[in-house]
């Protein structure tokens, strides 16, 4: 690009210096809140004093930060479920359908199975029937991209339209198991009480908040050391070379999928332990599992950052909705444009990272004919 | 060469003058001089990254120099674009063809032309083009659908597009790497054609094969700068592998010192057939242990599907693949290297190293590895063998894909014949040396000595005939699928063997 006598220019960088890994995002974040705060300003208040207020109310208080946890908890799994299968180019979509499915089979397995089961062997068999679904809800994606190359990306989005209907058509649409059958209001019906786990003290915040920050360095541990993660790591990379070292590329795709499918289904189960206790449609306005794949991108697809994106983005929304209540409300879509700067600036951030900006000084050269 | 100076007697038709390229990083040509005489067949020789297709973009007018000049006919040129290049009447010929496989050859050559008619008459069209092509004693159809042709065609509709643009100086990169030897021929007797028309014409090459021969003048590069420029007969290849690497280099034959043993690898009546097509044909062939056998041939003969097939990869639909005695029709690649085999896949980026890896990473590849990945003696092993084949890299935790071709062939090589837990004793290669420089070729070739002294049984399927000629005990030459020739490597008739290449045999 030529601006009067300079020419601004991108280069390759050669190396990346190590101070950059932590000043991009920094500042990226920086210029999000900058440009989230233009538009706070046109909504008619204080930028400065809203995003305080809302990094006050998503962060820096007790409620804030236990709420913020709470909510970043099935965040987490989504987020690494996400990242589990893009890392392989494997473009899961459907987490979100399949964190339907995973709440609905928790559900299932609260009100059937959990009946005279002590809580220490209820609360992880939910868990594990939620994963299970979430699993089954990919298999016929991960099948079709397997033996057929099929387009994981469309089968998989596909499947979120079906599942949304599914819970819908559990709690609306017929009076099924999931339904409570002590009101004539459509509302899911509570799992039993051993199956759930309490929040702490008073906060929001569940103990599966740990299962996921775990599950997060577990998986960072065994994808950097297994076999199993040096396979997918060969494969991700160049699939012509993981068939020389005969590696069976069915084998791994579907695992892979399944596996995304399966972290995806127990942020549904999280949701049902913890505050839900139930099929519960308030689920399907949240969007989890789409804000999943941002935070995995966010993250780039590094487990243990995922945890960390996960915190911010909830952070954002739990303060964001909080900024309605005070006496001058602040509208709820400045949260959804301050993700969407974050977002951008973000992996636009990128570019700088990989490369530099070098502007230089241009002579008018007279072209010879 | 300070013989022929700007400002002389001697017009040069084209020259640089102190030519400087910067990109990030690299200084791909530093002060760089070349004259180019009118009628001259002048070859710029140089290692990859020596600066040599920086300087040819530069004058064709694809790169603009950070500093310097270019003359053409004595006068300076400021070229802003290539077309503006053809307009001065220089013309450069890509290694990668710029053509499009839909149109008719015809159409190609005529394709940016900026005087055509606004309605085409393909009959016109075509007799114009026939009239060139036949003018240089270039046969080509106007009609025939690029699509399908051959290199070489391919190639000839290139040349033929510039002189119908009326190119005077022509610049062809590496123009003999896709070519048979007969193929090569032609295009030489091409160039004479033109050079009898007092047109200038520039081989930019990184070998010191037939091109040189044929040039009245070599420029040698190295490290973006011009070490030597030498007329016909003043030096021989010896001397010209020294101005390339900066020190001697041995390229004379290696064959085996010791008596063959018993036979490692047998394939007898293989064959493949795909939709009714036969790739491989009836091949039968024996490798024994400390010999190698060579497999000449024009690429795309079947080459791709022998090696796959002796690897596994892929099951010959008739005949039968022994490693040491054990049948290993399609048993699949493990199992393969299981039987003893080790396998270097001509894309070595890409199907025999993951790129975006560690030299470690890809160490362990063909190990077995358990649960866990014991990186630690994989790292130390790295570590020994970047210091035992002088690997040029940061460090063993670099990607292999940062690494020069010649240093990851290394990487490869090493893996498939030295590391740990690989016992295997047969070794198929394929094309190892394929755009490798001078230096990195020489080691190739000394490692695959090594391991051939070393008692492994070695088949060599390469395009590069003086590779096979150099290395291999036994040639056969690949035409169609079929073994069409056979040869002793220490008595062999090129001649007859590059007839066989082209299928005349």
């Known amino acids: 690009m030529i601006i009067g006598n300079y020419r601004i220019e991108l280069e390759p960088r050669l190396s990346t210096p190590k101070w950059l890994y932590a000043a991009v995002p920094a500042l990226s974040l920086l210029f999000a809140f900058v440009v989230g705060g233009v538009f706070i300003g046109l909504t008619g208040h204080s930028p400065i004093g809203t995003l305080s207020l809302l990094i006050e109310r998503g962060y820096a208080s007790t409620k804030g930060i236990t709420n913020t946890l709470g909510s970043a908890t099935p965040l987490i799994c989504t987020g690494l479920a996400a990242a589990f299968a893009f890392r392989m180019n494997l473009f899961n979509i459907g987490e979100e359908g399949q964190m339907y499915l995973g709440m609905i089979g928790s559900a299932w397995a609260g009100i059937v199975l959990a009946g005279h089961l002590p809580g220490f062997v209820a609360v992880p068999m939910v868990l594990l029937f939620g994963a299970l679904c979430g699993a089954l809800w990919v298999l016929l994606p991960a099948v079709l991209r397997a033996k057929l190359g099929t387009s994981e990306i469309v089968s998989s989005l596909l499947l979120n339209y079906v599942a949304l209907n599914l819970v819908n058509y559990f709690i609306f649409g017929s009076r099924g198991i999931f339904r409570d059958p002590t009101t004539s209001f459509p509302q899911g019906r509570l799992i039993e009480e051993s199956a759930r786990l309490g929040s702490f003290g008073t906060t929001r915040t569940y103990p599966t908040v740990l299962i996921a920050v775990a599950l997060a360095i577990g998986l960072y541990w065994f994808m950097k050391r297994s076999n199993y993660g040096y396979e997918t790591s060969v494969f991700a990379d160049s699939p012509n070379t993981a068939r020389y070292a005969g590696m069976s590329s069915t084998k791994l795709t579907l695992s892979v999928l399944l596996f995304s499918g399966a972290l995806a289904g127990l942020a549904g189960s999280m949701y049902v332990v913890g505050p839900a206790g139930k099929v519960d449609p308030g689920l399907l306005q949240i969007g989890l599992g789409y804000a999943g794949i941002v935070v995995a991108a966010l993250a780039r697809y590094n487990f243990v950052a995922v945890i960390l994106t996960a915190i911010l983005f909830a952070g954002l929304r739990e303060g964001g909705a909080s900024l309605q209540i005070s006496s001058n409300p602040v509208p709820i879509s400045i949260a959804v444009v301050l993700q969407g700067s974050v977002l951008l600036f973000a992996l636009g951030g990128e570019v700088f990272r990989r490369n530099r900006l070098r502007i230089r000084r241009v002579q008018q050269v007279s072209v010879a004919s | 060469?300070?013989?022929?100076?700007?400002?002389?007697?001697?017009?040069?038709?084209?020259?640089?003058?102190?030519?400087?390229?910067?990109?990030?990083?690299?200084?791909?040509?530093?002060?760089?001089?070349?004259?180019?005489?009118?009628?001259?067949?002048?070859?710029?020789?140089?290692?990859?990254?020596?600066?040599?297709?920086?300087?040819?973009?530069?004058?064709?007018?694809?790169?603009k120099p950070d500093e310097g000049a270019v003359l053409r006919n004595g006068t300076q040129v400021r070229l802003t674009s290539p077309r503006h290049g053809l307009q001065n009447g220089i013309a450069m010929v890509h290694q990668h063809f710029r053509l499009v496989d839909r149109f008719t050859v015809a159409e190609n050559v005529v394709l940016g032309h900026r005087k055509l008619p606004f309605r085409l008459r393909a009959n016109d069209l075509e007799d114009q083009v026939g009239q060139v092509a036949e003018r240089f004693g270039l046969p080509l159809d106007p009609r025939a659908v690029v699509g399908e042709l051959s290199a070489g065609q391919r190639q000839r509709v290139e040349i033929v597009k510039a002189l119908y643009h009326g190119a005077e100086i022509l610049l062809l990169d590496e123009p003999t790497a896709l070519l048979a030897?007969?193929?090569?021929?032609?295009?030489?007797?091409?160039?004479?054609?033109?050079?009898?028309?007092?047109?200038?014409?520039?081989?930019?090459?990184?070998?010191?094969?037939?091109?040189?021969?044929?040039?009245?003048?070599?420029?040698?590069?190295?490290?973006?700068?011009?070490?030597?420029?030498?007329?016909?007969?003043?030096?021989?290849?010896?001397?010209?592998?020294?101005?390339?690497?900066?020190?001697?280099?041995?390229?004379?034959?290696?064959?085996?010192?010791?008596?063959?043993?018993?036979?490692?690898?047998?394939?007898?009546?293989?064959?493949?057939?795909?939709?009714?097509?036969?790739?491989?044909?009836?091949?039968?062939?024996?490798?024994?242990?400390?010999?190698?056998?060579?497999?000449?041939?024009?690429?795309?003969?079947?080459?791709?599907?022998?090696?796959?097939?002796?690897?596994?990869?892929?099951?010959?639909?008739?005949?039968?693949?022994?490693?040491?005695?054990?049948?290993?029709?399609?048993?699949?690649?493990?199992?393969?290297?299981?039987?003893?085999?080790?396998?270097?896949?001509?894309?070595?980026?890409?199907?025999?190293?993951?790129?975006?890896?560690?030299?470690?990473?890809?160490?362990?590849?063909?190990r077995d590895r358990g649960f866990l990945v014991d990186r630690k003696s994989a790292h130390a092993e790295a570590e020994a063998f970047i210091a035992q084949l002088e690997i040029k890299t940061p460090n063993a935790l670099t990607a292999t894909r940062k690494l020069s071709g010649g240093n990851s062939q290394k990487v490869l090589l090493a893996r498939e014949i030295f590391a740990a837990g690989n016992n295997s004793r047969v070794l198929v290669v394929c094309s190892p040396t394929r755009g490798l420089d001078v230096g990195a070729v020489e080691a190739v070739h000394k490692l695959l000595d090594e391991a051939r002294s070393a008692g492994k049984a070695i088949l060599l399927i390469s395009e590069d005939l003086d590779e096979v000629l150099t290395l291999a005990d036994k040639i056969l030459v690949l035409y169609r699928g079929s073994v069409v020739h056979e040869a002793m490597g220490d008595q062999v008739d090129v001649e007859a063997v590059g007839l066989a290449m082209a299928g005349l045999s």
């Open chain 2, 1 to 63: 060469m300070g013989s022929h100076r700007s400002g002389g007697a001697t017009l040069f038709a084209l020259s640089a003058r102190q030519v400087t390229k910067r990109f990030p990083g690299v200084l791909a040509n530093d002060r760089v001089d070349f004259d180019l005489l009118p009628g001259e067949v002048h070859t710029l020789l140089g290692e990859n990254g020596a600066g040599k297709s920086t300087l040819a973009s530069v004058l064709c007018g694809l790169y």
């Open chain 2, 181 to 366: 030897p007969p193929e090569v021929e032609k295009l030489f007797e091409t160039v004479r054609a033109m050079t009898q028309a007092g047109k200038s014409v520039v081989f930019v090459s990184h070998k010191l094969g037939e091109v040189v021969d044929i040039s009245d003048r070599v420029t040698v590069m190295r490290d973006g700068r011009v070490t030597g420029s030498v007329a016909r007969g003043e030096a021989d290849t010896r001397k010209l592998a020294e101005l390339m690497v900066g020190r001697d280099i041995d390229l004379s034959p290696r064959r085996s010192r010791g008596e063959a043993k018993g036979t490692l690898l047998s394939l007898s009546n293989v064959g493949l057939t795909k939709d009714g097509v036969d790739h491989i044909a009836q091949v039968s062939f024996d490798v024994r242990a400390g010999e190698i056998v060579g497999v000449a041939g024009v690429s795309g003969n079947g080459q791709r599907e022998l090696a796959e097939i002796v690897a596994g990869l892929i099951a010959p639909t008739s005949g039968e693949v022994s490693i040491n005695g054990e049948r290993v029709n399609g048993v699949g690649t493990r199992n393969v290297r299981k039987a003893g085999l080790a396998y270097v896949p001509e894309d070595r980026l890409g199907t025999g190293l993951a790129p975006s890896l560690s030299i470690v990473d890809n160490l362990v590849l063909t």
